[in-house]
Structures are given as C-alpha cells and as structure tokens.
C-alpha cells in the first residue's frame, strides 16, 4: 500500500523541518510525500533543503489558504490512501503508517483514525489527550468528531465525493469528515492509539474570536449537508461537552 502524506505550509520555517523528518523517517511502508507552500517569504523553503530527496513533490505559489492547498496536494496524490500532517504536527513514532497501513489491510475500510496529543511547542510536554474513542453511526450529532490529522482516508473518497470547502476557511476539515463519516456513511476503521502530535495554537483554537468562528462554520457544515438549523445547531452545542471529557481523561492519566 502506497500512503500519500500530504504538508501544507506558509512561513513555517520554525517547525515544519520536525514535521518532514518525522514522516521520511517512517518504516515499514510505502510512502509518497508531497509538500504544498504557499510561496513562504520566511526560510521555510531553506528548510526543506536537506529533504529534497525525500520529497516527491513540492509546490510553493500562492493559494487562497490551507484548504486550497491541500486540495492541491489531493490532485498531485497518486497513493491508496491520503494523509494530511500540518507543517507543525508530526507522528508519534516511525511506525505509525505502518500500523495505518495494516489496519486498511483488515478491515478493507474506508477510513482510518486514531488518537492525538496536544504538546508544547518544543514536542516534550503533553498539554492535553484527545482520546477519540471507537465511532457510532450518529457520534457527530452528539458533539464528537475525530482529530484532523490522525484521519487517514482512502483516494477513492476524495475522488467521489470531493475534497475541502473552500468557503469554510477554518472548518473546512470537520465538514469533509462530517460529510464522509455522517452524511454518507462511509465506513471507517479505530486504531486506539496515539498517532500524531500537535503543537498547540491551531488555527481553530488560537484565540476566543477563532473559537467562535470555527463553531459558526461548523454549523454552516450541517446546513451544507442539508440538515436542519435545530440539528447543526445541537451538534455544535454539544462540542464543548465533548471537549471536557477529553481533558477529564486526561486529568485521570
């Protein structure tokens, strides 16, 4: 199995040289690497020098966000499955595709995800777990929804069903799985395990007003998919519930 693993960075010279080497350093598999830049103006593309060999593909020029550049990396991709690891995340350890791979290979599924630790900016120190927890049909109406990157899905999804919303420029994640795992179904594999770390202050969370956009675009997600305003709106109440009882885990830990 061939996994594409898909970066998308703008001036992310501070910590995207972490991020490259933990997705070359991965064992055990096969993999494409592809990194989309936004056509940084900081050393990221300094950054990337030593990697060059390893990097399949690199595209830096403008985009119109994130989003559109990872739609970019998706039409570039010519691997089984697609990954996305943002310019500061990295995996957990050198075999996490690995195991990725393996539970596509039993369970013939879809989709695969798994756990995530939020950690300092130095990678050293866990802030906060999120334990995702095995998928039910009808979870995203209760508030839960896996994390971004350590949510692997096959090409063939994308191809049929579409990439990012471009119009929901900090959701645009959470309606693509909304609209895979919710609206159609599509099955989806739980591997309960740790497979991503990420720096806290993402472009959802870094401050009250992002917050408060974020859950007004995930509202706009259910209303895209055609559901009612009553059941977006009790969806996206319910998300902070969800929240505080990954933080409960983790004060147990």
């Keep these: 199995m061939l996994i594409s693993v898909i970066t998308v960075s703008y001036n992310s010279a501070a910590t995207i040289a972490d991020t490259v080497a ?4 991965q064992a055990g598999v096969n ?5 989309v830049d936004g056509a940084s103006t900081d050393a990221t593309l300094e950054k990337l020098q030593p990697y060059r060999d390893e990097i399949d593909i690199l595209v830096s020029e403008p985009d119109r966000g994130m989003y559109d550049a990872m739609n970019k990396g998706i039409a570039r991709a010519s691997g089984e499955v697609v990954a996305i690891l943002n310019s500061d995340d990295v995996y957990a350890d050198n075999r996490v595709l ?4 393996e539970q596509f290979y039993q369970s013939g599924t879809d989709c695969v995800y798994g756990d995530l630790n939020y950690v300092s900016s130095d990678l050293s120190r866990v802030v906060r777990d999120w334990q995702s927890g095995g998928y039910r049909p009808g979870q995203f ?3 839960w929804h896996p994390p971004h990157p350590a949510f692997f899905v096959r090409r063939s999804v994308y191809r049929e ?4 919303q471009l119009n929901l420029p ?3 994640d959470y309606e693509f799985m909304l609209r895979v795992l919710q609206t159609h179904g599509r099955s989806v594999a739980y591997l309960p395990e740790v497979l991503v770390k990420m720096r806290t202050g993402g472009a959802s969370n870094r401050s009250a007003l992002n917050i408060l956009k974020a859950n007004w675009q995930c509202y706009q997600a259910w209303r895209m998919n055609g559901y009612s305003p009553l059941a977006g709106a009790c969806a996206v109440a319910r998300k902070p519930v969800s929240k505080l009882k990954q933080l409960r885990r983790r004060a147990q830990c």
């Excluded at 933990?22 to 350093?25: I, M, Q, R, W, Y």
């Excluded at 993999?31 to 990194?35: A, G, H, L, M, Q």
């Excluded at 069903?161 to 990012?164: A, E, Q, V």
Aim: proline share 0%; net charge positive; charged share 15%.
């Design 22 to 25: 933990s997705v070359v350093g």
């Design 31 to 35: 993999v494409e690497y592809i990194v």
């Design 141 to 143: 109406r209760r508030g």
């Design 161 to 164: 069903l579409g990439g990012f």
């Design 98 to 101: 690995a195991r990725v791979a």
């Design 170 to 172: 900090i959701a645009a």
